[in-house]
């Protein structure tokens, strides 16, 4: 499996070890080309949401986002966070898929944009 192999499917597949250890480097080849980034992230709750934003952060360097959210927020989530501000917002989001979707940003709006995923939301759990 490719990186670009997930662009078409709504919602993330299960991947191997293997699978998870090949897409990384290829993840962050493509990220070097932007300077920052927004993460979507859709999941089940709003803690699964949460973990894996935080381990995409351990993963990357990057400074923990401010979270901002209801903290009852019960069902299906989606949560949008931002680099250049570190804020991430958090709402109910019904009839999405599950994942990770990151787009990298240039300095400005001559450099256009890409998107990648949907990734598995486990993807930097044991990424080392």
Same mark, same amino acid.
Request: aromatic content about 6%; some cysteine; charged content about 20%.
């Given at each position: 499996?490719?990186?670009? %192999?997930?662009? /078409?499917?709504?919602? #993330?597949?299960?991947?191997?070890? #293997?699978? !998870? !250890? @090949?897409?990384?480097?290829?993840? *962050? =080849?493509?990220?070097?080309? &932007?300077? +920052? &980034?927004?993460? $979507?992230?859709? @999941?089940?709750?709003?803690?699964q949401a949460t /973990?894996?934003?935080? /381990?995409?952060? =351990?993963?990357? #360097? +990057?400074?923990?986002? %401010?979270?901002?959210? %209801?903290?009852?927020?019960?069902?299906?989530?989606?949560?949008? @966070?931002? *680099? =250049?501000?570190?804020?991430?917002?958090? /709402?109910?989001?019904? $009839?999405?898929?599950?994942?990770?979707?990151?787009?990298?940003?240039?300095? %400005?709006?001559? =450099?256009?944009?890409?998107? +990648?995923?949907?990734?598995?939301?486990?993807? &930097?759990?044991?990424?080392?």
């Amino acid at each position: 499996m490719k990186l670009s %192999d997930l662009n /078409r499917l709504r919602t #993330a597949p299960a991947l191997s070890s #293997a699978e !998870k !250890k @090949a897409i990384i480097p290829e993840l *962050q =080849q493509e990220m070097s080309h &932007f300077l +920052w &980034f927004t993460i $979507g992230i859709m @999941a089940l709750s709003a803690d699964q949401a949460t /973990r894996s934003l935080r /381990r995409l952060e =351990q993963h990357l #360097a +990057w400074s923990a986002h %401010d979270l901002i959210a %209801d903290p009852d927020l019960e069902g299906p989530v989606y949560l949008k @966070a931002n *680099q =250049q501000t570190c804020t991430a917002r958090m /709402r109910i989001e019904h $009839g999405l898929g599950e994942g990770i979707l990151i787009s990298g940003h240039g300095v %400005d709006n001559t =450099q256009p944009s890409a998107t +990648w995923g949907p990734l598995p939301l486990d993807l &930097f759990e044991s990424a080392h």
